[in-house]
């Protein structure tokens, strides 16, 4: 490693040691450099701490990649297979994939858990290992491909989710899209009243405001946002007001 390249995992580091969401102390990321880019390495508490990291890392002077090797430690450690049934489960049972063919891929081959011929709003293939969600195939639009991630992102003992979805006929990404995506989200939480929660977005960056009852309420909204593909910050305003 240059001179140089130690300086700025020096300060990539530094930033990190900063950033409360990601503490450093509990989670040691590693960092190195790669074939020019930074590299983070390790687990951290949550799905903001990563996206946090990544952020932050890619805003260093003199960085011109970054490589994510970082997982989120789950609360509940589970095996691929319980894994595997309870993502079966919420997948099945979710009215908006209901018309999306899905199988899961395993050991060489495929077990379907539902065919649908027409295939009328896509075809899934999952495969998990070591607690790694990847999902393949295609969905009909881009509010599908979010959902079926924060599908994963709900399941105990999931680390990570790979969502290579390709979205049929293709649709063009915007901050509207991330919107309509998460009010889809708050739709299915049972523990969100998506009603009191007013959404906006800009550039990746979504903010939260509104009042909630609870304060796990006000979590649980903001890990929502969190697990959305292509969300890279969450500021929430939300108020947490009780019942007078």
Same mark, same amino acid.
């Given at each position: 490693?240059?001179?140089?390249?130690?300086?700025?995992?020096?300060q990539?580091?530094?930033?990190?040691?900063?950033?409360?969401?990601v503490?450093?102390?509990?989670?040691?990321?590693?960092?190195?450099?790669?074939?020019?880019?930074?590299?983070?390495?390790?687990?951290?508490?949550?799905?903001a701490?990563?996206?946090?990291?990544?952020?932050?890392a890619?805003?260093?002077?003199g960085? @011109?990649? %970054? /490589?994510?090797? #970082?997982? !989120?430690?789950?609360?509940?450690?589970?095996?691929? $297979? =319980?894994?595997? *049934? &309870? +993502?079966?489960?919420?997948?099945?049972?979710?009215?908006?994939?209901r018309?999306?063919?899905?199988?899961?891929?395993?050991?060489?081959?495929a077990?379907t858990?539902?065919?649908?011929?027409a295939?009328?709003?896509g075809?899934?293939?999952?495969?998990?290992?070591?607690?790694?969600?990847?999902?393949?195939?295609?969905?009909i639009?881009?509010?599908?491909?979010?959902?079926?991630?924060?599908?994963?992102?709900?399941?105990?003992?999931? @680390?990570? %989710? /790979?969502?290579? #979805?390709? !979205?049929?006929p293709?649709?063009?990404?915007?901050? $509207? =899209?991330?919107? *309509? &995506? +998460?009010?889809?989200?708050?739709?299915?939480?049972?523990?969100?009243?998506?009603?009191?929660?007013?959404?906006?977005?800009?550039?990746?960056?979504v903010?939260?405001?509104?009042?909630?009852?609870?304060?796990?309420?006000?979590r649980?909204?903001?890990?929502?946002?969190?697990?959305?593909?292509?969300?890279?910050?969450?500021?929430?305003a939300?108020?947490?007001?009780?019942a007078?």
């Open positions: 490693m240059t001179e140089a390249e130690e300086a700025i995992v020096k990539v580091r530094a930033a990190l040691e900063c950033e409360p969401r503490n450093l102390h509990r989670y040691p990321v590693r960092v190195d450099f790669e074939a020019g880019a930074v590299v983070l390495d390790g687990e951290v508490g949550s799905i701490a990563r996206k946090r990291a990544l952020r932050l890619a805003a260093i002077d960085v @011109r990649g %970054v /490589v994510d090797r #970082l997982h !989120v430690a789950p609360v509940q450690r589970r095996s691929d $297979g =319980e894994i595997r *049934d &309870a +993502l079966s489960t919420l997948l099945l049972g979710e009215p908006e994939l018309d999306c063919a899905m199988r899961i891929l395993a050991k060489g081959g077990v858990l539902r065919d649908v011929p295939r009328r709003a075809a899934i293939d999952l495969a998990i290992a070591d607690g790694v969600v990847t999902f393949e195939g295609t969905v639009s881009l509010s599908h491909k979010r959902l079926v991630g924060v599908l994963a992102w709900w399941t105990p003992g999931c @680390r990570d %989710v /790979v969502n290579s #979805l390709e !979205v049929v293709p649709e063009e990404d915007n901050d $509207g =899209e991330v919107i *309509d &995506a +998460l009010g889809l989200v708050y739709e299915i939480d049972p523990v969100v009243r998506h009603d009191q929660i007013t959404v906006h977005c800009h550039g990746g960056v903010t939260l405001s509104g009042a909630v009852a609870t304060e796990e309420e006000r649980r909204a903001e890990l929502d946002a969190w697990a959305l593909f292509a969300v890279d910050d969450v500021v929430n939300i108020e947490v007001r009780t007078p």
